[in-house]
């Protein structure tokens, strides 16, 4: 069981917004600003979309943009497109010995 | 560029023990944290270990504990995982990434993975 919770899955039609939830506890997203979301295409290697809890890298698309609130971060998808179609994961700082966890990833599908 | 390149993997007998590498540029390595994350076929990330800046703080995933070693060599630009006793469980593709930070917070650039299968 992952330490981070997220659903197994969304989906959206193509121009709609989707968020995804990502909830954990106080030793973790609620107690540290070190959030971040990753987008994995088929395939590929997970590519960093958000970090720090809502700051987007050089080159990330502002379709996507997220938050924080109490134990729960979230991750929204703005103007869906067909290329979003991918797993996305969250991952959290925590106080734990473990210091970094992840969650148990999210199926975006694109209607 | 931020490349990383992990290598070393590869099918190995339950007990056996393999060498992880990865091999970073386009970035002063000496400046940031290491992570190695896996992940089993068709399943989520897990975070396995990782190593400061310094080499001064380590840490391990419980299931790993006792069994994995990490270790950095800053002079070249390397970072390397130790992986003895293997289990079936360890078949996974072991992602290098580097943090953001010097110490342990969060992964940003990943490589390509490398591939450890373990079967009798």
């Known amino acids: 069981q992952s330490a981070l919770t997220q659903p197994a899955s969304v989906s959206g039609s193509p121009g709609q917004s989707i968020t995804i939830s990502c909830t954990g506890t106080s030793s973790d997203i609620g107690g540290y600003n070190y959030v971040s979301w990753y987008q994995q295409l088929p395939g590929k290697a997970p590519k960093l979309l958000i970090s720090d809890v809502s700051n987007r890298p050089s080159g990330v698309s502002n379709r996507f943009s997220a938050s924080k609130s109490g134990n729960t971060a979230s991750l929204t998808i703005s103007g869906l497109q067909a290329e979003d179609e991918a797993d996305y994961y969250c991952?959290?700082?925590?106080?734990?010995?473990?210091?970094?966890?992840f969650g148990g990833g999210t199926r975006l599908t694109v209607l | 560029e931020v490349q990383l390149m992990e290598s070393g993997g590869g099918l190995v007998q339950p007990g056996r023990s393999l060498r992880l590498s990865c091999a970073a540029s386009?970035?002063?390595?000496?400046?940031?944290?290491m992570h190695w994350v896996r992940q089993a076929p068709g399943k989520g990330l897990e975070w396995v270990s990782g190593?400061?800046?310094?080499?001064?703080?380590?840490r391990y995933a419980d299931s790993v504990k006792d069994r994995f070693t990490i270790s950095r060599d800053n002079a070249k630009n390397s970072l390397y995982l130790q992986v003895n006793s293997l289990r079936t469980e360890d078949t996974a593709l072991y992602y290098c990434a580097r943090d953001i930070y010097g110490v342990l917070r969060s992964p940003d650039y990943w490589g390509q993975g490398t591939l450890v299968t373990v079967s009798s």
């Open positions: 991952s959290s700082y925590t106080s734990n010995i473990t210091p970094v966890v």
């Open positions: 386009g970035f002063t390595f000496g400046n940031y944290a």
């Open positions: 190593i400061s800046w310094s080499s001064g703080y380590v």
